[in-house]
């Protein structure tokens, strides 16, 4: 998803000016007590930036001086204060997309104050960067950074639809304490396993939302009244969820939809991540889910920067899952809108029609909304007074590939001013979408004119380009449209977009709870239109044979019961955020039943077994309400064939060659053994070779490349194939040349070069198979000048500020380390530093010792202990440098740390950068006990690749 290269920074635009300037002086999203709006200043005739930064983000590096609220910052570049469609932030952070030239780029901007990694593509030149607004600036200037583009706090599909009326019926729960979904009962799940005896048990699903456990209310006592699996839970269910990622500000809707899973399929062991940090990090939620074990995933959240027309990275993810056999599930969103009984959800032109813009649009040429022989320039939106608008619009035009820069603008016909819009410099950006949030600020109903306009570089050529378009109103409480009939190929109303409605998965419709006879009115309807290949690499994608639709899936139950507050907006919980994870379970069930069924035959299943809705197409309903018990009983028997070979082991990697061993498989259903059949796999996952041969459980696989990474799986030949054994780990022949090799672990830990005898003695290592790539990189690390100069800055990162070091904090640390400056030393730098007077405010000194020990032991420290660094502050007999130094150094927490140091250890040594949660939630537990799996896995990133 490589953005195209940059040409020198020129000057402001029009609609660059509106968003950065003009925006700054309306009520936009701001609270009702907000001054009344202003009219934006006229728009400049000058062209839009085009340097790294985007347009907002431009603006925002500009004023980063000023002290102001995240919500006024958010209002200031025309989007809303907050919620979703607000700047994504997170302690005070930015989340920052960024497209860089080489890893080394991604790299600098990862180490910019304050700034952390957030997430990075496979391809190691996309990543999301966290970063505060000061070093805006230093990210724009950069070398070999293309594109920086902010991020949008997503949008979970949960609808605020009125509770059901007094007395609604649940469904009788098993154990007497839970509350149980009415979907229970309404999608015959009940049914389902008491008829065929399945509840979930040995299928693993994942659960995908905002938060899992940030609500008041403790996720504990929801085990205990059995409504999440976990220790005590009464039906002994005790495995509880597994939360490999989660964010503290969320609303708990991953809770919610977990209680759905759990009610319908109560033996699934179940997994949660948040996707809460950007578009990048969310797909790599979904692969690590995928790697936790997931055989099902359900999400509800869609991002405002995902493509119209194409698969983008989150959609790629969910390819790459349901190629290894993982189900996917995805809320198809709450986004149909009618007016005056015309669907008004969406407008997609199949060309852009020219025509003059007003003035308040400069360098620009304006679509014409008229598909006969008149003639307007606009589309007129009547908003209710006070209430809010969102848009957000694509292009067919690919990620990386944008040859039309289309902007959208809201303009206030009674002033001619323009009063909102999204006009980022799409043609640097390689992005083709546009959004932008606005407020009404009058008590009353307002009409205002929508524009789609084309612009062009006053210095520049003429712009030509009319590819087909569409936008979506996100949100808004519209009472009037100008346009709203399909004609000559405009078409209005189809709202579901982005991975939402992608192949390899389901898009899940919603329908009331109980007597529900058709979809709620909100839920989104298909299809949606996909052009291109999925983004993926660095180059743009080329154009598909011919453009393909795809459409609601299924409909499931929403309006349920969950045990979150009344006031949460969860219970009872609408939208087809609930529908999705009622169709999710019931792919639990029907996995238990058929563990040998495909996603391609459960969906198959649910949809020829669905009830179809009266009144109801299949781009509302899909194939109709999933029946439970029809679609689990509607699944063939697996076929008696033998079981899967273990997975293989690698037992030596030597020069261009990879000796492999595997169990014989458990039995082979009645067959005799001809063989095995092993495949090798590259690192992406493309099939290398695969050959057949003797009976024998080991094999040694040849010309191998040196350097390159492999993985290798085995299949038992008894007439009929056996299943695939799982994939090996990744092995990787020794590098070649070995010096070069050794030079680059000295040079990035030790700090030096090596000495001929260090040369010789690497080279010898490797080429007798004495020690691995991986295993040489872990001894280096561990070098005097690396490890125990480095790994103290780690733990007291943790120990001060309750997080894992920033690569800034280290690059500044790890010098003084080496020229001799103390642990002590460096604590009292740290009780003293800003970062810490800010993050825990004025503390007395007992105070000091109990959040020091909290963050050293994740609970109080013993009385005693407070008791007396207490009194040795106070009768100043120690310093409180003193007291974080021994504690961050103690047994207790260097043992606690041990994983999540070394992985800081490794990715900073070796790709100059700290590791994400999702890395570090990964990777922890491994290199709590051995560090070489993950030096493997990053040496053959293309991170390392970049730097060697």
């Not at 805006?136 to 902010?150: D, V």
């Not at 790599?284 to 990275?313: H, K, M, S, T």
């Not at 309903?621 to 899967?644: F, I, K, N, R, Y």
């Not at 001799?820 to 530093?833: D, I, L």
């Amino acid at each position: 998803m490589r953005a195209p290269l940059r040409t020198p920074r020129s000057r402001r635009a029009a609609i660059a000016t509106l968003l950065v300037t003009g925006l700054a002086l309306t009520s936009t999203w701001a609270p009702a007590s907000a001054a009344p709006a202003q009219d934006a200043p006229a728009p400049s005739a000058e062209a839009k930036p085009t340097g790294v930064l985007s347009t907002r983000l431009d603006a925002l590096a500009a004023s980063a001086g000023q002290r102001r609220s995240s919500a006024d910052a958010s209002a200031s570049v025309g989007l809303p204060a907050s919620g979703p469609g607000s700047l994504l932030r997170h302690d005070g952070k930015l989340y920052v997309d960024v497209v860089a030239t080489d890893a080394s780029a991604i790299a600098a901007a990862a180490g910019l104050p304050g700034a952390e990694l957030v997430a990075t593509l496979p391809d190691g030149v996309n990543a999301t960067v966290a970063l505060p607004a000061s070093s805006l600036a230093g990210l724009g200037g950069i070398a070999g950074l293309r594109s920086a583009t902010e991020l949008l706090a997503p949008k979970v599909h949960r609808s605020a639809a009125p509770a059901p009326a007094a007395g609604a019926a649940r469904a009788a729960a098993t154990c007497p304490t839970g509350v149980r979904s009415q979907g229970d009962t309404q999608l015959k799940a009940a049914l389902a396993r008491s008829t065929y005896a399945v509840d979930g048990t040995g299928i693993t699903v994942g659960v995908i939302s905002d938060s899992f456990r940030a609500a008041p209310r403790e996720a504990t006592a929801d085990v205990a009244s059995g409504d999440l699996p976990g220790a005590g839970n009464p039906c002994g269910h005790t495995t509880p969820v597994q939360v490999l990622a989660d964010d503290t500000a969320g609303s708990d809707e991953g809770r919610a939809m977990a209680q759905i899973v759990h009610d319908l399929a109560p033996g699934a062991k179940l997994l949660f991540a948040t996707a809460d940090r950007g578009d990048i990090d969310f797909a790599n939620q979904i692969r690590a889910l995928r790697d936790a074990g997931a055989d099902v995933i359900v999400d509800d959240i869609a991002y405002f920067n995902e493509p119209i027309y194409q698969d983008g990275p989150i959609s790629v993810a969910i390819h790459e899952v349901g190629a290894d056999g993982v189900a996917y599930y995805s809320a198809a969103g709450n986004a149909e809108y009618e007016v005056g009984g015309r669907s008004v959800g969406s407008y997609e032109a199949q060309a852009f029609r020219p025509t003059a813009c007003p003035a308040a649009i400069t360098n620009s040429t304006c679509h014409d909304f008229d598909p006969g022989a008149g003639v307007t320039a606009y589309d007129s939106l009547t908003l209710a007074g006070g209430t809010d608008l969102i848009i957000n619009m694509g292009w067919n035009e690919p990620i990386s590939g944008v040859g039309t820069d289309y902007d959208i603008v809201l303009v206030d016909p009674a002033t001619g001013k323009a009063v909102a819009g999204g006009g980022d410099a799409n043609l640097s950006s390689g992005q083709p979408v546009e959004y932008f949030g606005f407020t009404n600020p009058s008590s009353s109903a307002k009409t205002y004119r929508l524009y789609v306009a084309r612009y062009a570089d006053p210095d520049g050529p003429a712009a030509t380009g009319t590819p087909r378009f569409k936008f979506i109103l996100q949100s808004g409480s519209l009472t009037a449209v100008g346009f709203g009939t399909d004609a000559g190929g405009d078409v209005f109303g189809p709202t579901v977009y982005g991975h939402s409605a992608t192949t390899a998965m389901q898009s899940v419709a919603a329908v009331p709870a109980g007597a529900g006879t058709a979809v709620e009115d909100f839920s989104s309807h298909g299809p949606a239109t996909y052009c291109w290949a999925p983004a993926t690499g660095s180059a743009p994608a080329a154009a598909l044979p011919s453009c393909t639709t795809r459409t609601v899936d299924l409909a499931a139950t929403d309006g349920v019961s969950t045990t979150l507050p009344g006031d949460s907006g969860l219970n009872p919980f609408y939208g087809t955020s609930a529908a999705a994870p009622h169709a999710a379970a019931v792919a639990a069930l029907m996995l238990q039943r058929r563990p040998c069924r495909t996603p391609a035959e459960l969906y198959a299943a649910q949809q020829a077994t669905g009830r179809h809705l009266s009144g109801e197409t299949q781009d509302s309903e899909g194939a109709g309400l999933v029946d439970a018990a029809g679609a689990v009983g509607s699944l063939a028997s697996c076929a008696t064939t033998p079981s899967h070979p273990g997975t293989p082991t690698v037992s030596s990697a030597g020069a261009a060659k990879v000796t492999i061993a595997w169990k014989a498989p458990a039995t082979l259903g009645g067959g005799t053994l001809s063989g095995y059949t092993v495949e090798v796999t590259n690192q992406a996952g493309t099939v290398l070779s695969t050959t057949t041969g003797s009976t024998a459980t080991s094999r040694t696989i040849t010309g191998l490349p040196a350097g390159g990474a492999f993985r290798f799986r085995v299949r038992a030949e008894v007439g009929t194939s056996s299943a695939w054994s799982p994939r090996s780990a990744v092995a990787v022949p020794p590098f070649a040349p070995i010096d070069q090799f050794t030079l680059r672990q000295f040079v990035d830990f030790a700090g030096r070069f090596p000495t001929a005898q260090e040369l010789q003695d690497g080279k010898r290592a490797i080429t007798a198979n004495l020690a691995s790539p991986g295993a040489r990189v872990a001894k280096a690390s561990g070098f005097s000048t690396w490890g125990p100069a480095l790994d103290p800055v780690s733990r007291m990162a943790y120990a001060a500020f309750k997080k894992a070091p920033e690569a800034s904090t280290l690059a500044y640390w790890l010098p003084k380390r080496r020229a001799g400056t103390t642990v002590a030393a460096m604590a009292e730098s740290f009780v003293t530093s800003d970062r810490f007077k800010k993050g825990w405010g004025p503390l007395t000194n007992r105070q000091f010792v109990q959040r020091i020990y909290l963050n050293v032991l994740g609970h109080d420290g013993p009385a005693a202990s407070i008791d007396s660094y207490t009194t040795k502050l106070d009768e100043k007999q120690t310093t409180r440098g003193a007291i974080l130094a021994t504690l961050s150094e103690g047994a207790a927490h260097v043992a606690r740390r041990k994983g999540e140091v070394a992985t800081v250890d490794l990715f900073y040594g070796m790709l100059v950068r700290v590791p994400t949660a999702a890395e570090l939630t990964q990777w922890s537990a491994t290199t709590a006990s051995d560090r070489v799996p993950l030096a493997n896995r990053l040496l053959i990133s293309p991170a390392y690749d970049a730097r060697t």
